[in-house]
């Protein structure tokens, strides 16, 4: 389990991370979004003690990072898969690693095979693809078998396959009962990924859920309706909390109100119906309106 309570980090006059409180529980993945400069980063570098906070504290069962005495025991960490010597071979890289809690060759053995590195487990990090580099990250914080797994953009890099092994693995480890936080900028990876979300924007949480309550939140209900009277239909269902936005000639997408009551006013009036079809929210179009305040860095289309 992690746990953050007033967690504050400062650089200089600029606030990182503005006093958060966040409880990742074991048994479930739970994802960490926010636009860039949301103090992400910044956070799952103080969990694991490269940063020290400004205020407030966190603890991975039950303890700072730091007093843990065998720290890889409890905490597996990928925050920068380029944080390695270039100069040593995935084997080497990991037999160090695992020497440091008094594990050896089988267990290295174990982990490269885990991570489908057997190819290149003799050749120098240097001369990796950013795809390998990922897999022998993720190796790395596998490597002491932690009850607790936090990987920063787990994904990057990786090519279909990968990404479905990185999904297949974290869903087992959470369903050992495992604690995994992880981040990712795909929405749509996330959304099959993760069970529950804490989101962060401008260093501050602007939600702590499941994923379902996110994306029902995010954004109203949602039909596509088809009618040879489909501007009738725009006049009537048009009020403050429902916006009307045409698709086709006969066909719009009302935001605001449910199918049965577009269905119900339509045949009040008399209005035939050709398609009436709820559509479903996405996790992107939740996220997109929930971090709308909360962006830092803002890029507008060229036309």
Same mark, same amino acid.
């Given at each position: 389990?992690?746990?953050?309570?007033?967690?504050?980090?400062?650089?200089?006059?600029?606030?990182?991370?503005?006093?958060?409180?966040?409880?990742?529980?074991?048994?479930? @993945?739970?994802?960490?979004?926010?636009?860039?400069?949301?103090?992400?980063?910044?956070?799952?570098?103080?969990?694991?003690?490269?940063?020290?906070?400004?205020?407030?504290?966190?603890?991975?069962?039950?303890?700072?990072?730091?007093?843990?005495?065998?720290?890889?025991?409890?905490?597996?960490?990928?925050?920068?898969? =380029?944080?390695? *010597?270039?100069?040593?071979?995935?084997?080497?890289?990991?037999?160090?690693?695992?020497?440091?809690?008094?594990?050896?060759?089988?267990?290295?053995?174990? @982990?490269?095979?885990?991570?489908?590195?057997?190819?290149?487990?003799?050749?120098?990090?240097?001369?990796?693809?950013?795809?390998?580099?990922?897999?022998?990250?993720?190796?790395?914080?596998?490597?002491?078998?932690?009850?607790?797994?936090?990987?920063?953009?787990?994904?990057?890099?990786?090519?279909?396959?990968?990404?479905?092994? @990185?999904?297949?693995? @974290? =869903? *087992?480890?959470?369903?050992?009962?495992?604690?995994?936080?992880?981040?990712? *900028?795909?929405?749509?990876?996330?959304?099959?990924?993760?069970?529950?979300?804490?989101?962060?924007? =401008?260093?501050?949480?602007?939600? %702590?859920?499941?994923?379902? %309550?996110?994306?029902?939140?995010?954004?109203?209900?949602?039909?596509?309706?088809?009618?040879?009277?489909? %501007?009738?239909?725009?006049?009537?269902?048009?009020?403050? %909390?429902?916006?009307?936005?045409?698709?086709?000639?006969?066909?719009?997408?009302?935001?605001?109100?449910?199918?049965?009551?577009?269905?119900?006013?339509?045949?009040? *009036?008399?209005?035939?119906?050709?398609?009436?079809?709820?559509?479903?929210?996405?996790?992107?179009?939740?996220?997109?309106?929930?971090?709308?305040?909360?962006?830092?860095?803002?890029?507008?289309?060229?036309?």
């Amino acid at each position: 389990m992690i746990r953050a309570e007033g967690l504050t980090k400062k650089y200089g006059a600029k606030t990182a991370v503005n006093g958060i409180d966040f409880v990742v529980r074991p048994g479930r @993945v739970t994802g960490f979004l926010g636009p860039n400069g949301a103090g992400k980063s910044t956070t799952m570098r103080m969990i694991v003690g490269l940063d020290r906070p400004t205020a407030g504290t966190v603890t991975v069962n039950g303890k700072p990072y730091a007093q843990h005495r065998a720290p890889l025991r409890e905490v597996g960490a990928l925050l920068d898969a =380029k944080a390695v *010597h270039t100069g040593r071979t995935a084997y080497n890289h990991l037999l160090a690693m695992a020497a440091t809690h008094g594990l050896g060759a089988t267990r290295v053995r174990e @982990v490269i095979e885990m991570t489908g590195l057997e190819s290149v487990a003799r050749k120098r990090v240097g001369a990796f693809s950013l795809g390998m580099g990922q897999r022998l990250g993720i190796a790395a914080a596998l490597i002491a078998d932690p009850a607790t797994l936090i990987l920063d953009e787990p994904v990057n890099g990786l090519d279909p396959e990968g990404v479905l092994w @990185v999904r297949r693995l @974290v =869903k *087992h480890l959470a369903a050992e009962g495992r604690t995994v936080f992880l981040s990712s *900028h795909l929405m749509s990876e996330m959304a099959l990924t993760a069970d529950h979300l804490i989101v962060l924007g =401008k260093g501050r949480i602007i939600a %702590d859920a499941p994923v379902a %309550d996110i994306i029902a939140g995010g954004t109203g209900p949602r039909v596509r309706v088809r009618s040879p009277r489909v %501007d009738d239909l725009a006049r009537l269902v048009a009020a403050g %909390d429902v916006t009307v936005t045409q698709s086709d000639a006969d066909r719009i997408e009302i935001t605001g109100m449910e199918a049965s009551q577009v269905g119900d006013l339509a045949s009040h *009036h008399g209005l035939v119906l050709h398609e009436l079809t709820p559509l479903n929210a996405s996790l992107e179009e939740a996220y997109m309106s929930l971090t709308a305040d909360a962006v830092e860095y803002r890029t507008e289309v060229v036309r």
